[in-house]
């Protein structure tokens, strides 16, 4: 299967249950506001394992680099939808960075809050990142994960069995040949 090439650019639609649209978008400092509100749908649980201690909220410097994004280091979506009061809310982010060591490799992280998990935002969430980071010349990307962390475990090991892992005693480290996933990448843009 093959997404419109909208999709690499982020600005195609994921149809949840109960005809929740779930739209992915560019992240930018205007984000900011969408994040906070989001930080704080998400449990103590999920951020620790996004941010390897738990956090309530982020700081505004924190809030600059994850919105900093140039497309090209950084790389960026965030996944958004329409609360029941009509109102935008911020539903998930993805990111990657390009590695200092090798621009070649880039470094990943997934947020989904926490009643909009188990849905498959993730699985696309990583395909909109792979089919970004083929067009940009990373090939590898790099996953640090907490030990309990299951989902991101079971997603990797089901959609990504080339990802090697490896253990430092605190932290395994996926890496992850792009071309190994088995998700549909959307077309290229
Ligand atoms: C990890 C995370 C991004 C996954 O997103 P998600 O939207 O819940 O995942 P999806 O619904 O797309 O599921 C994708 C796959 O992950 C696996 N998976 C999902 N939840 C799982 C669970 N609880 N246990 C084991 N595997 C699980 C499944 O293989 C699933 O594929 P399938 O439904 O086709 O079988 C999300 O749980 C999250 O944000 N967690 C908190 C932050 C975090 O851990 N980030 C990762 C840091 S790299």
Redesign the pocket.
Known sequence: MTLPAAAAQGHDTLALANDYRARFVPLSPASKPLIVTAMTR?SLE??R??FFTPRVQLSERELDLLTAVDGVRHYAFGVCGRGVDGAAEGI?TAHFVRTAEDSRVAE??????DE???????????ARLASAALVRGVHRLR????PD???????L???APGARFTYDGELYTADIPVASLTLALPAAA
Do not use: D, E, W
């Not at 909009?116 to 990583?126: E, R």
């Not at 996953?143 to 907490?146: D, F, M, S, W, Y």
């Not at 962390?149 to 997603?155: E, F």
């Open positions: 998400l999920s951020s394992r996004r998930a990943i992280a997934l947020t989904v809050i909009f998990q188990g849905q498959g935002i993730g699985k696309a969430m990583l996953a640090l994960i907490v962390n299951a989902p991101v475990l079971g997603l090991r089901r959609y």
